[in-house]
């Protein structure tokens, strides 16, 4: 098994930046691939970003594309999510996720993870 903590959220202005980070721990020497998720308000829970086990394949919601980038550091196992040009629509619970694959696919669809962090909150003032 294995642990995720988000961190990083916080309160940024319009057009700021932040960088989340999913650190694993447990069974760390099994590869993962890792999505980032997010869920507003009122709103049903939405796949941001992923990355495969391999880290040769990533994904973003189209709203994210150009703005948001992710990337792993295997050595502390884990994943960041550096967003930047945040608008107020991004304000969320962010959530990362992981699936056991060793392989070069990855997913936005939350279905298919199998462990989750307790998220971090990520505000936008307008």
């Known amino acids: 098994q294995v642990q995720l903590a988000e961190s990083g959220g916080g309160l940024v202005q319009t057009g700021g930046s932040l960088r989340l980070s999913c650190a694993a721990s447990?069974?760390?020497?099994?590869?993962?691939?890792i999505g980032w998720f997010r869920q507003a308000p009122g709103k049903e829970r939405e796949g941001v970003s992923c990355?495969?086990?391999?880290?040769?394949?990533?994904h973003y919601l189209d709203s994210a594309k150009g703005r948001f980038t992710i990337s792993r550091d295997n050595a502390k196992h884990t994943v960041y999510l550096q967003m930047n040009n945040l608008q107020p629509e991004d304000t969320a619970v962010y959530y990362c996720?992981?699936?056991?694959?060793?392989?070069?696919?990855?997913?936005?669809?939350?279905?298919?993870?199998?462990?989750w962090g307790q998220g971090t909150r990520v505000t936008v003032a307008s």
């Open positions: 996720a992981a699936a056991l694959s060793e392989s070069d696919y990855c997913s936005n669809y939350g279905g298919e993870y199998e462990y």
């Open positions: 447990g069974r760390t020497e099994r590869v993962y691939a």
């Open positions: 990355i495969s086990g391999t880290d040769s394949t990533t």
